[in-house]
Every structure is written in structure tokens, then in C-alpha cells.
């Protein structure tokens, strides 16, 4: 296994099982099974590929789900540096300016538009983190599906 694997097998998993704790914390039990899929499906493949075992067939048709979530996410983490951009060169009273032109702005309470002023005051310092985060992501998933693929095909 070539170290560019190993290391896609290990932020695929961490970023795997963090997303997995998110969905968990956030009381949706059903979504959280479903996320907890991919974890589980790093480690079997990952135990498989370190002993040169060929990988199951239901392994290997995940490994092809898993590349196109790769590539939804590859598509997010383009969006995520547009917005990161924006963030950075627009100004938090542009946008809310931009808000208080909408028809719905008087619709809501006070406590909505303080909680989305705070939102704005945190958002552009945490965005090149969540990028980070789904482009180094979506490179993982893509490789090391990429890589299942590549063994379950022989």
C-alpha cells in the first residue's frame, strides 16, 4: 500500500468518524447509522488491502458509492471556496443590507436576527476550516475508493 493510500485511509477515517459523532450528537439515530457505514467500511477494506486480500463484492460496490460521495463532496468543497472568497471580500454590512431589502426580513423576531448577526461575526473565520476540511475529504474518499476499486476489479 503506497503511503498516498495510507494517508487517504486515515483522513478518510478521522473525518469519517467525526462527521459520525456530528450526526450522532446532533439525535437522529437513523442518519447516524447510515453515517456510521463509512467508517466501518474504511477499516474492513483498510485490513483487507494491508494483508492483500481481494475485497468482498459488497465492499467493492461501496467502493464505488463511496468515490461519486467523493465527488458530491469535491462539487461542496468548490462551493466552499467560492463562499470562502466571499466571506473574505464581502462585508458583514453588505450582506445584512442585502437581508433587510427582502420582502420576509420583517417577519423575523429579534432574537433570530441577533443569532444571525453572530452567525456572520463567526462564519468568515471558521469557512477556510470547513473547507479544509471537505476538500481534504473529498480527496480521501475519492482515492482510497479509487484504490477498493482497483483491488476489488483484479
Same mark, same amino acid.
Given at each position: 500500500? @503506497?503511503?498516498? =493510500?495510507?494517508?487517504?485511509?486515515?483522513?478518510?477515517?478521522? /473525518? $469519517? %468518524?467525526?462527521?459520525? &459523532?456530528?450526526?450522532?450528537?446532533?439525535?437522529?439515530?437513523?442518519?447516524?447509522?447510515?453515517?456510521?457505514?463509512?467508517?466501518?467500511?474504511?477499516?474492513?477494506?483498510?485490513?483487507?488491502?494491508?494483508?492483500?486480500?481481494?475485497?468482498?463484492?459488497?465492499?467493492?460496490?461501496? @467502493?464505488?458509492? =463511496?468515490?461519486?460521495?467523493?465527488?458530491?463532496?469535491?462539487? /461542496? $468543497? %468548490?462551493?466552499?471556496? &467560492?463562499?470562502?472568497?466571499?466571506?473574505?471580500?464581502?462585508?458583514?454590512?453588505?450582506?445584512?443590507?442585502?437581508?433587510?431589502?427582502?420582502?420576509?426580513?420583517?417577519?423575523?423576531?429579534?432574537?433570530?436576527?441577533?443569532?444571525?448577526?453572530?452567525?456572520?461575526?463567526?462564519?468568515?473565520?471558521?469557512?477556510?476550516?470547513?473547507?479544509?476540511?471537505?476538500?481534504?475529504?473529498? %480527496?480521501?474518499?475519492?482515492?482510497?475508493?479509487?484504490?477498493?476499486?482497483?483491488?476489488?476489479?483484479?
Amino acid at each position: 500500500m @503506497s503511503r498516498f =493510500v495510507r494517508f487517504s485511509f486515515l483522513a478518510g477515517f478521522v /473525518l $469519517g %468518524v467525526a462527521q459520525f &459523532i456530528l450526526v450522532l450528537s446532533s439525535g437522529s439515530i437513523v442518519a447516524g447509522l447510515f453515517w456510521g457505514i463509512v467508517p466501518a467500511w474504511f477499516w474492513a477494506t483498510h485490513i483487507k488491502l494491508k494483508q492483500e486480500q481481494t475485497v468482498s463484492q459488497i465492499e467493492g460496490v461501496a @467502493s464505488y458509492a =463511496v468515490v461519486m460521495y467523493g465527488g458530491v463532496l469535491a462539487l /461542496l $468543497g %468548490v462551493l466552499c471556496i &467560492i463562499s470562502s472568497i466571499v466571506f473574505v471580500v464581502a462585508d458583514p454590512e453588505i450582506i445584512q443590507a442585502a437581508m433587510e431589502q427582502q420582502p420576509n426580513y420583517d417577519d423575523f423576531s429579534d432574537e433570530e436576527l441577533e443569532s444571525f448577526t453572530k452567525i456572520l461575526e463567526v462564519v468568515p473565520s471558521i469557512m477556510p476550516l470547513i473547507t479544509l476540511a471537505v476538500c481534504l475529504q473529498s %480527496v480521501a474518499y475519492i482515492s482510497y475508493g479509487l484504490a477498493v476499486v482497483r483491488n476489488y476489479s483484479r
